[in-house]
């Protein structure tokens, strides 16, 4: 190994360790950045190694390549607004995964026939990974962009099809491993998976993209992996093997705060088939003045805000910010629950609210809100509705049943801004509404907050 | 590729897999959208399998290929580490904008 090559297998390990330390920097805000500097240095540091070690002839396209997405992720970096942080999570799960599987169809195209079996095995799950992940997260971010309808793409023997072009895929990708020099079962397999990527994500409603989003995450880090056992790389499969991990936990984490399993997920389509299901509670909701709200909110000892994805669309998290500020300057204590599904991907409301200002120290987790509704004197519901429904702790016929919920209905009083009388995204009946304790306030979110904003303001 | 060195590879796909578990777990829900946007970024080493097929090989198509592969990477690498940045920049500042509320509760 001339000196050149060791020099850039030290600078892989150098990033692969930095990677692992930038991780676990992520366990408290105040460490995350210093951790992100090491894995950019790492980043760095490998790319520098590849370019000195790895005998570059040609230099022309790598050049090009880096200018081009170097500008297109300034670009996405500086300007996309917070809001559209989902579609693009999802769109650069599509361009890691689309990166994964043309190595994996570079390496076939070079080395194909002379690969070893368990190399060639890495190669087919590379590129058959990469591609089904492509275009499953094109269609995840169209529908987070609302490019594509949001609700589930189904149709009559759905699944079946599925099956069939699942087999089609995994039948190619055998018999390529078998027989190397049949190129047309390689290629047969890379445009299948291409399908099955699109497949897999047009039945899936827009209120479970948490979930798919982390599987995607997944399923491109593990073609990462992948790509690192095809070209004998560490650094390759320890970051790939973190991203798919992270991925991984991240699905689990998601599954349990709707109780429901990922292959339900999947293959549920749930929001289509939910219509016959409503129970009909009956009662009447009771609609509230916005100087009524406003006079509760004002003399009250504790608030607890509650956003959901309405707060995300109304871009309201402004407002509610202001609101909360002119409450606190009263002496109200103001808290944030925050839902581990609200939003539409993991963590999203989060930062939805850490732009608009609020303080990281007042958003509270489930399990951490949940004892601490029954001091509460009002609670305000905002955009949210499945993760607030008490249908899914007291009716076990529920389609929700089971699903943690935070527990606002034990508060003093509680106040629900909703664009109008109709149900929630996932068409469910809440009972939350008829409560004797629970007041609708209808209207655009934003307007309303700024309205209750001023009505504080002279009371 | 040779036994040892596949060997050698599973060896460091488990270990990466303990260590990714012990260390994601512990990650607040808080900070689970930059989480997932970060190990986006680090998986954009596989910009590094990229450059090599687009510089490294006398195959026109490689090239082709490995181009398109160098711009998608890049674009998770540098987008990706430019967004976590900016999210975690929001979730450090006006910590202590939090902790001065309690001191007005007098003005009830």
């Known amino acids: 190994m001339s000196l050149t090559s060791y020099f850039m297998e030290a600078t892989y390990l150098i990033a692969s360790i930095l990677f692992v330390l930038a991780l676990k920097g992520m366990s408290h805000p105040e460490t995350a950045r210093r951790g992100m500097f090491m894995a950019e240095a790492g980043m760095f540091a490998a790319i520098v190694g590849t370019l000195i070690g790895a005998h570059i002839v040609t230099w022309g396209w790598i050049l090009v390549g880096l200018t081009i997405g170097s500008i297109i992720g300034i670009w996405m970096a500086l300007f996309v607004p917070m809001t559209s942080m989902p579609q693009r999570t999802a769109l650069s799960h599509a361009f890691g995964a689309l990166a994964a599987a043309l190595v994996g169809v570079g390496e076939f195209i070079l080395h194909g026939t002379e690969m070893s079996v368990v190399t060639r095995g890495a190669l087919g799950f590379e590129v058959m990974l990469g591609a089904l992940t492509t275009t499953g997260s094109l269609i995840a971010a169209g529908k987070l962009h609302g490019t594509i309808p949001g609700k589930p793409i189904q149709f009559r023997g759905q699944n079946a099809i599925n099956l069939v072009i699942f087999l089609v895929m995994t039948g190619n990708f055998v018999y390529f491993w078998m027989h190397p020099s049949v190129i047309a079962a390689f290629y047969t397999m890379l445009g299948v998976a291409f399908v099955f990527g699109v497949m897999l994500v047009i039945p899936i409603g827009s209120a479970d993209m948490p979930v798919v989003m982390s599987l995607l995450n997944s399923y491109a880090g593990l073609a990462a992996a992948a790509t690192g056992f095809v070209l004998g790389n560490n650094v390759l499969i320890i970051a790939g093997t973190l991203d798919g991990f992270s991925g991984f936990i991240l699905s689990v984490l998601m599954c349990k705060a709707m109780n429901r399993s990922i292959t339900n997920v999947l293959f549920g389509g749930f929001g289509a088939v939910i219509a016959t299901a409503s129970t009909d509670t009956g009662g009447v909701m009771r609609e509230i003045s916005l100087d009524d709200a406003a006079m509760q909110l004002a003399f009250a000892n504790s608030v607890v805000f509650v956003p959901g994805y309405g707060l995300a669309t109304a871009q309201a998290q402004h407002a509610v910010r202001e609101l909360a500020e002119l409450l606190e300057s009263r002496g109200v204590t103001v808290r944030y629950a925050i839902h581990p599904v609200a939003g539409r991907m993991p963590g999203h409301m989060n930062v939805l609210l850490a732009e608009a200002n609020v303080p990281y120290s007042a958003l509270y987790e489930m399990e951490q809100i949940n004892p601490e509704f029954s001091s509460t004197d009002v609670s305000v519901v905002i955009g949210a509705n499945d993760v607030v429904n008490p249908d899914a702790r007291d009716n076990p016929n529920s389609l929700i049943a089971g699903m943690p919920i935070l527990e606002v209905d034990h508060s003093k009083s509680v106040i629900v801004l909703k664009r109008g009388q109709g149900r929630g995204f996932s068409g469910l009946e809440n009972p939350l509404f008829f409560k004797s304790n629970t007041s609708m306030l209808y209207g655009d979110a934003k307007s309303t907050l700024n309205h209750l904003a001023q009505a504080v303001q002279h009371v | ?108």
Not at chain 2, 75 to 103: C, Q, S
């Open chain 2, 1 to 108: 590729m040779n036994p040892a060195v596949l060997i050698a590879s599973v060896y460091v796909f488990a270990l990466a897999a303990f260590l990714g578990y012990q260390v994601i777990s512990r990650v607040p829900p808080l900070l689970h959208t930059p989480l997932m946007s970060a190990t986006n970024a680090i998986s954009g080493i596989s910009l590094i399998g990229s450059l090599v097929l687009a510089g490294a090989t006398h195959s026109h198509i490689a090239h082709v290929l490995g181009f398109i592969a160098v711009t998608t990477a890049t674009i998770n690498v540098v987008g990706g580490f430019g967004i976590t940045d900016r999210m975690l920049k929001m979730f450090g500042k006006r910590k202590d904008e939090g902790k001065k509320l309690p001191a007005a509760e007098a003005s009830k």
